[in-house]
């Protein structure tokens, strides 16, 4: 049995409290939310997550060293732009060597860095690791099978935190490439977005096959620009996440998207959602990062100028429509 502290009580953290209670585990779930600490206290359920509920014993707290001294394994699921600010807060507590599973997914804009690096910087003397993969909190907390990815910098980490999660409804992969498993998971929810909006103008699974195909195309050439294994975006990290998070309706991406794509801006369409739309705030990281890596990223680029530009969803469709004429595979040869 090991003891795990879970920062975060939104769906992922509970999710991921339930799986791993199932599997024997001691639980801390923490907040930085009053209000929610004392609903997971009372009602041991989220409105969020409507159905699944946390057993007795696992303990809901807003302390921050309730939650961290002393565990074996702390997992990080706030949402990727309260990164920082929580590590921050804990890292004074955090002892050395103490292992951080990353979940959430993103870039912070301003840096560029990806999640793993802003927890590295607030905390130097964690082992920090990253969890990714296509897996909606909704559906692990009810139990259903899923398959993800563990990365690290050691494999004796990976196999660790593997050894943890795994379970007969939740298979858990290892990878040493956690550049390219951020990577995927990051820009997967911009192109996620632009399948929304797709939606919302009534396009159909052409379309859709369309932004998927092409929108792996995108992250794997400025994932591997930037050092991330080709191999990777072609897995669950990659085209596996993309594939979830585009064609379902549990995807906060995806809903925002459509609400887009009928003309709300994406204040508007945050503010129906009611959760963190993460593609909102990796896509100006993204549009940031392919300028630094000379790499061209035309899907990308005309989310971007939805969402900030004013431009209209279906001009931008056009515009993708009518570019230059190319090939599909450049190192295909005659």
């Known amino acids: 049995m090991a003891k795990v502290g879970i920062l975060g009580g939104g769906s992922w953290g509970i999710a991921l409290a339930v799986l791993l209670h199932k599997n024997g585990h001691e639980v801390t779930l923490w907040s930085a939310l009053e209000a929610e600490v004392e609903m997971l206290r ?4 989220h409105k969020l997550m409507p159905g699944v509920i946390l057993p007795e014993d696992i303990l809901c707290t807003g302390d921050n060293r309730i939650a961290v001294e002393g565990k074996d394994l702390l997992v990080m699921a706030v949402a990727s732009s309260f990164t920082r600010r929580t590590a921050n807060r804990i890292s004074s507590l955090v002892a050395e060597g103490q292992k951080i599973l990353n979940v959430a997914k993103g870039i912070e804009e301003g840096t560029l860095m990806t999640l793993s690096e802003i927890i ?47 379970n007969e409804v939740f298979r858990v992969y290892v990878s040493p490439d ?6 995927g998971g990051s820009l997967k929810n911009v192109v996620a977005l632009a399948a929304g909006i797709a939606d919302g103008l009534g396009y159909g699974d052409n379309t859709k096959a369309a932004l998927i195909t092409r929108g792996i195309t995108e992250i794997a050439r400025l994932g591997t620009a930037m050092g991330g294994k080709f191999e990777t975006f072609c897995g669950l990290t990659g085209i596996g996440d993309l594939i979830v998070t585009c064609a379902s309706m549990h995807s906060r991406n995806r809903r925002a998207g459509i609400l887009i794509g009928q003309g709300k801006t994406y204040e508007e ?40 530009e004013g431009r209209s969803a279906e001009q931008a469709v056009k515009e993708l429509m009518l570019r230059d004429k190319k090939i599909e595979v450049s190192e295909t040869q005659w």
């Open 178 to 183: 956690i550049l390219g498993m951020e990577l």
């Open 269 to 308: 369409a945050m503010d129906e959602v009611q959760m963190v739309v993460e593609g909102v705030y990796s896509a100006k990281a993204a549009m940031a990062l392919a300028e630094k890596y000379h790499v061209q990223l035309p899907i990308i680029e005309q989310v971007n100028k939805v969402l900030f």
């Open 42 to 45: 009372v009602n041991r359920e």
């Open 120 to 166: 590295e910087q607030e905390i130097p003397q964690a082992d920090v690791a990253v969890m990714s993969g296509p897996s909606h909190a909704e559906e692990v907390g009810r139990g259903i099978p899923t398959t993800i990815v563990v990365g690290a910098k050691s494999k004796a980490t990976a196999e660790y935190i593997q050894s943890l999660f795994m």
